[in-house]
């Protein structure tokens, strides 16, 4: 009779597990389509325009790492603070992170649009895209707070297990993307700049939309008294927020270095290597759809004190995740032409774009089990094991390995991905051991 309950408990962790996994897995995509929209309108007008579009990628992801360790923080504290049902915590945490937001929106903003001018520059572009690629940085930085409030807000939201809600907002968002994209890239032939106009419009728009769905919802809607901090919460959101902004930070330093060595490898090879990049992240989106469910009902189970549900849901990410990753792999192996082609008309960008596609697509699991174990963690709030993990392997792993394989060896860019799939396998495995090791100890361990 135990056995019968025990696995009906297991079944109902991994069916809520998939349940709030699914709306997550679809805003996902659908911020992945913001920039698969950019890329593919942009493709069709050459390669150049995709380059200028590709050249400030890694930045993005750079400046935007500050937005991101604050939801993640907050995710964590709002989680657990909504498990317990202690309410109006929960509403002065929201407000903190609105205002933290709002800060570091606006630092990340002038910082970027401070730097735009030099970045292609640095990034060893060529000096034919320069001007585009310095354009567009700038005209998608200036919305940043936007982007900044979108991002964190949704992290509250999907803290206390609403999923759909920052779905459909960036679902609209997204339409709207579409449209202003065949607008000013097409019919007002504004190129690269229509582009950057088009994603600049829909993150003020998306901003605004997250906002005001945290201040309709009474467990979240906080007040302008709940916006100014105690010690114990800043201090409670610099041990989580602060490990994993280092994280980002170190991570996508890391991927400006290994962009910049690529770029360096000519125009037709970083336009191939750019859009196999953007083609591979619709197949590794159902990892960080699952990561968020997974870092929120760890949260939750935390606040409860219910060890044996954190247990389950532990053990229910890791076998789904791995699961469906396995699937994405297959057809990521399957797709890879297709898949190039629907971004660039160019053979030569398509084929080379295909072949580190199915050499990827063979890493796909062990990204699922890195993605899920980093979910894991960051819900339990431990973010500093993973700061060391993933800085050591993108800095004494893919780094060294690329730059060997560039400069000493001559290879190609097959022999680049290898670098960086061998990245990948190795944050996985450091993870799950990291993981193993730790699984026994109790709650607030």
Known sequence: MSTKISDGKRRSETVTLILLAIPSLIEHILETLMQYVDTAMVGHLGKDATAAVSTTTTISWLVGTFSWSVGMAFMALIARAYGAREYDKVKRYTGFAFLSALIFGMFTALVSCSLSPFIPGWMKADKSIRHDASLYFFIISLPYVFRSVNYVMSSAIRAIKDTKTPMIINLGANILNVILNIILIFIMKMGVKGAAIASAVSSV??????????????????????????????????????????????????????????????????????????????????????????????????????????????????????????????????????????????????????????????????????????????????????????????????????????????LGLNEVWLCMIADNVCKAMALAICYLLTRKRGLNK
């Open 205 to 410: 728009i998306a901003g605004i939309l997250m906002f005001v769905a945290v201040m309709r919802k009474d467990v979240l809607k906080f007040r302008a008294r709940d916006m100014r901090p105690d010690r114990a919460m800043i201090g409670a959101a610099c041990r989580i927020g602060l490990p994993a902004m280092a994280t980002g930070t170190a991570s996508c330093l890391g991927y400006v270095f290994f962009a910049r060595m690529v770029s360096g490898m000519g125009k037709t090879i970083f336009a191939a290597h750019s859009i196999a990049l953007a083609a591979e992240e619709l197949f590794y989106i159902p990892g960080y759809g699952l990561r968020t469910a997974t870092s929120s009902l760890i949260g939750n189970a935390l606040g409860e004190k219910d060890e044996v549900k954190l247990k389950r849901t532990e053990r229910a990410s890791v076998f789904v995740n791995l699961s469906i990753m396995c699937v994405s792999a297959v057809l990521l192996f399957c797709l890879a032409l297709p898949i190039m082609y629907i971004f660039t008309k160019n053979s030569e960008v398509a084929q080379i774009g295909s072949q580190v596609l199915r050499l990827v697509a063979f890493s796909e699991p062990f990204f699922g089990l890195m993605v899920v174990f980093e979910g894991i963690f960051y819900g339990k709030g431990q973010t500093l094991r993973v700061f060391f993990i993933e800085t050591f392997c993108m800095w004494f792993i893919r780094l060294p390995l690329t730059y060997i394989t560039i400069n000493y060896l001559g």
